[in-house]
C-alpha cells in the first residue's frame, strides 16, 4: 500500500489546507509541461499518483479509511516479523495457524471495501443462533416492530395535525 503522506511529503496528522498546499507545491514542481521525453511520462505518473493521494486525504472519510487500513497494515507488518521470529525459535508450527493468520490479514486488508461487506455478512450467517437463542431473537423482534408500528402511527397522527402535511396525507388515504 502507498503511503500517501510520505508521497505528498506531510504528517499524518496535517490540516487540509497543509495538504491542499503540499499538493499544489508538488504537482507544480512535477507538472508534465515542464519535462521532456522520458522524464515527462515519470512526471505524469508522478502527478496521478500524487492526484489519488490528493483525492484520498482531502475527504474525511476516505481518509479515516485509508488511516485505518494504514494502522492495520503497519500491525500485520509487526505481526509477520514477530511471527517470522517465533517461527525461528520454535521451529514447530502447524500449517492451519498459517491459514488462520493469512485469513485474518486478508479480511484486515479489505476493510472499507465491497469485501469486507461479504465477509461480514458470512460471519454473521456461520454464527447463527442455537434454537433457544432464535425464540428470544422472534421474541425481540415481535417486540421491535410492535414499536415500530406505534412510533409510525403516533408519527401519523402527529402529521395530520400539521396544516402543511394535512393535504398530503389525505391524498394517500384511499376512501
Do not use: C
Not at 68 to 75: G, T
Amino acid at each position: 500500500m502507498k503511503n500517501y503522506y510520505e508521497l505528498l511529503e506531510v504528517n499524518p496528522k496535517a490540516s487540509k489546507e497543509i495538504i491542499e498546499k503540499a499538493y499544489r507545491v508538488l504537482v507544480k514542481k512535477y507538472h508534465p509541461d515542464l519535462y521532456q521525453g522520458d522524464e515527462k511520462l515519470i512526471a505524469q505518473k508522478k502527478v496521478q499518483e500524487l492526484n489519488e493521494a490528493y483525492h484520498v486525504l482531502s475527504d474525511n472519510f476516505l481518509r479515516e479509511q485509508y488511516d485505518i487500513e494504514l494502522e492495520r497494515e503497519k500491525e500485520n507488518k509487526y505481526n509477520n516479523i514477530s511471527y517470522e521470529t517465533s517461527r525461528r525459535k520454535n521451529n514447530v508450527r502447524q500449517e492451519s495457524n498459517v491459514a488462520e493468520n493469512y485469513e485474518t490479514q486478508e479480511r484486515q486488508h479489505k476493510v472499507g471495501t465491497f469485501m469486507s461487506l461479504i465477509d461480514l455478512s458470512k460471519s454473521i450467517f456461520s454464527n447463527r443462533p442455537r434454537r433457544r437463542e432464535k425464540r428470544k431473537l422472534q421474541k425481540e423482534d415481535k417486540m421491535a416492530a410492535v414499536i415500530t408500528f406505534v412510533i409510525v402511527v403516533i408519527l401519523g397522527i402527529i402529521l395530520w395535525f400539521i396544516p402543511a402535511t394535512n393535504g398530503f396525507l389525505r391524498s394517500l388515504i384511499p376512501f
